[in-house]
């Protein structure tokens, strides 16, 4: 039940900027990992950056320095935010978020909510071109 929409993207110049945005809706109990992904035309899908629970962040080479990727815990929400871009960040970019949703657990005579099954969403993707 775990749905994710995208926002952002689009065409810009080399060395503009722009900035993507992911949310999270359903009953989320925990994520584990919130990731962008990005697939050129004619390429592979590539792991572009990604922020875990603890707050580490990781991101490509390529994109070392000019990407960066921040979340919002309480909204469930990544972003991602491009800058310097260069024709070869020309590719569709997917947000992608791994966690638990909520189940409820029995202890003695008392339901509370806890973490439940494991969910790996998937946005829409969105076309983002660096262009003269």
């Known amino acids: 039940q775990v749905e994710l929409v995208q926002s952002g993207g689009g065409l810009v110049q080399p060395g503009g900027s722009l900035r993507l945005s992911c949310a999270a809706s359903?009953?989320?109990?925990?994520?584990?990992?919130m990731k962008w992904y990005r697939h050129a035309t004619g390429g592979s899908r590539e792991l572009v950056a990604a922020?875990?629970?603890?707050?580490?962040?990781n991101y490509a080479a390529t994109v070392e320095g000019r990407f960066a990727i921040s979340r919002d815990s309480a909204k469930n929400t990544v972003d991602l935010q491009m800058n310097n871009l260069t024709p070869e960040d020309t590719a569709v970019y997917y947000c992608?978020?791994?966690?638990?949703?909520?189940?409820?657990?029995?202890?003695?005579?008392?339901?509370?909510?806890?973490?439940?099954?494991?969910?790996?969403?998937w946005g829409q993707g969105t076309q983002v071109t660096v262009a003269s």
């Open positions: 992608n978020i791994e966690g638990t949703v909520t189940t409820m657990k029995q202890w003695g005579k008392i339901y509370r909510p806890g973490s439940g099954p494991a969910f790996n969403s």
């Open positions: 359903g009953s989320i109990f925990s994520i584990s990992a």
């Open positions: 922020i875990t629970s603890d707050g580490t962040t």
